[in-house]
């Protein structure tokens, strides 16, 4: 029997019970839609003031903030220069290159994170008509493969690209991860950047992302920008809740903070395990391994995860703020059973 807790992603997890009971909250009534209601008031105003934002701008889902976010900062010949493994790279079915018309100049980059050095290498077609324009560094804040920018490389690329006139993009699906690991603010953590997105799916919400804007001269045409990409929603006032939910009492940084826990308890198991090898710093709340095939297959019959790479034989295990010890323990006692498949 497939064992109840998923470890394939944080998507995975349903909605924390403080979160569910706002928006049950929120419902009782009419409230004007389209974000004129004064739920989204309360929550954007508090997003701006925690970030030391210029504005906060409710959508859906992490693709469609990505996608705005890049919208507000490219120029229509400009391009984003990301990491190969940057979600927007790999797991958008092109939305950036479709939506917004841009190019992706991607970099290798083994844990993940890109350095000013490797972004230099993609500016050397800088004033030739004949090649792309680079206008947007985009980072993943944690990254895509479980790792962190530590806030000195945050300011050192941020500097880079101020220097460099590029604009800083982070994609923030699992901020809170980062500022729970870093133990730092989600300002510190903004303040590099640009736009934002700050994820709130990944993290006990349901369906509730943030498009955070930390420059004023950017946020005039977001509104526009948002209606145009699909991203508005009538009944806003069921994301705003959320949010004011997830807010309140920095109950975001508690849910992170317990995930990422999770992921080191099952790091440090697993890393334990013959044959097991982590590939990657568990440094928020997804564990990285490398271990035989038919370790996997026998694994796969009663947990859920994903195979990160089929060639290299790497797995993906994910924590979410539900995670219990008691399923990691499990699932820990399932790798060392299945260790001699
Ligand atoms: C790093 C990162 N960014 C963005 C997203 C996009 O989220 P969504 O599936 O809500 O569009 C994800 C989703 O897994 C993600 O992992």
Redesign the pocket.
Request: hydrophobic share 45%; proline share 4%.
């Given at each position: 029997m497939t064992h109840p807790k998923s470890f394939g992603?944080d998507?995975h997890a349903g909605i924390h019970p403080v979160v569910l009971r706002a928006i049950a909250d929120a419902n009782p009534g009419d409230a004007v839609a389209y974000g004129a209601d004064a739920w989204t008031e309360q929550a954007t105003a508090r997003l701006r003031e925690i970030f030391g934002a210029d504005e906060a701008f409710l959508v859906?889902?992490?693709?469609?903030?990505?996608v705005l976010g890049l919208s507000l900062l490219l120029r229509r010949h400009e391009a984003v220069i990301c990491a190969e493994s940057?979600?927007?790279n790999t797991?958008?079915c092109g939305a950036p290159e479709q939506l917004v018309g841009t190019k992706l100049l991607t970099l290798p980059s083994p844990d993940g994170k890109i350095t000013p050095e490797l972004i230099a290498e993609k500016l050397s077609g800088r004033g030739d008509d004949h090649r792309s324009q680079p206008g947007v560094v985009a980072l993943?804040q944690s990254?895509?493969l479980g790792t962190c920018y530590t806030l000195a490389e945050l300011r050192k690329i941020a500097d880079f690209c101020h220097a460099s006139d590029l604009r800083l993009y982070l994609?923030g699906?699992?901020l809170a991860n980062a500022a729970a690991s870093l133990d730092c603010s989600l300002a510190e953590l903004a303040e590099c950047a640009d736009a934002l997105?700050f994820?709130g799916?990944?993290n006990g919400a349901m369906g509730a992302?943030a498009l955070i804007v930390m420059r004023p001269s950017l946020s005039a045409d977001a509104p526009y920008l948002r209606k145009q990409m699909l991203q508005l929603t009538s009944k806003l006032r069921f994301v705003a809740a959320q949010f004011t939910a997830l807010l309140q009492d920095d109950l975001w940084r508690a849910n992170a903070a317990h995930a990422n826990t999770m992921a080191r308890l099952l790091a440090e198991g697993a890393g334990a395990v013959p044959g097991v090898e982590l590939v990657h710093p568990v440094q928020a709340n997804a564990v990285f391994a490398r271990l035989p095939k038919r370790h996997i297959t026998a694994l796969q019959q009663d947990w859920t995860f994903h195979v990160w790479d089929e060639s290299s034989n790497v797995v993906r295990w994910m924590t979410s703020f539900d995670t219990t010890g008691a399923d990691v323990s499990a699932f820990l006692t399932a790798i060392r059973e299945t260790a001699s498949a």
């Amino acid at each position: 029997m497939t064992h109840p807790k998923s470890f394939g992603s944080d998507n995975h997890a349903g909605i924390h019970p403080v979160v569910l009971r706002a928006i049950a909250d929120a419902n009782p009534g009419d409230a004007v839609a389209y974000g004129a209601d004064a739920w989204t008031e309360q929550a954007t105003a508090r997003l701006r003031e925690i970030f030391g934002a210029d504005e906060a701008f409710l959508v859906l889902n992490g693709s469609g903030a990505n996608v705005l976010g890049l919208s507000l900062l490219l120029r229509r010949h400009e391009a984003v220069i990301c990491a190969e493994s940057a979600h927007i790279n790999t797991d958008e079915c092109g939305a950036p290159e479709q939506l917004v018309g841009t190019k992706l100049l991607t970099l290798p980059s083994p844990d993940g994170k890109i350095t000013p050095e490797l972004i230099a290498e993609k500016l050397s077609g800088r004033g030739d008509d004949h090649r792309s324009q680079p206008g947007v560094v985009a980072l993943t804040q944690s990254t895509e493969l479980g790792t962190c920018y530590t806030l000195a490389e945050l300011r050192k690329i941020a500097d880079f690209c101020h220097a460099s006139d590029l604009r800083l993009y982070l994609d923030g699906a699992r901020l809170a991860n980062a500022a729970a690991s870093l133990d730092c603010s989600l300002a510190e953590l903004a303040e590099c950047a640009d736009a934002l997105s700050f994820g709130g799916t990944k993290n006990g919400a349901m369906g509730a992302e943030a498009l955070i804007v930390m420059r004023p001269s950017l946020s005039a045409d977001a509104p526009y920008l948002r209606k145009q990409m699909l991203q508005l929603t009538s009944k806003l006032r069921f994301v705003a809740a959320q949010f004011t939910a997830l807010l309140q009492d920095d109950l975001w940084r508690a849910n992170a903070a317990h995930a990422n826990t999770m992921a080191r308890l099952l790091a440090e198991g697993a890393g334990a395990v013959p044959g097991v090898e982590l590939v990657h710093p568990v440094q928020a709340n997804a564990v990285f391994a490398r271990l035989p095939k038919r370790h996997i297959t026998a694994l796969q019959q009663d947990w859920t995860f994903h195979v990160w790479d089929e060639s290299s034989n790497v797995v993906r295990w994910m924590t979410s703020f539900d995670t219990t010890g008691a399923d990691v323990s499990a699932f820990l006692t399932a790798i060392r059973e299945t260790a001699s498949a």
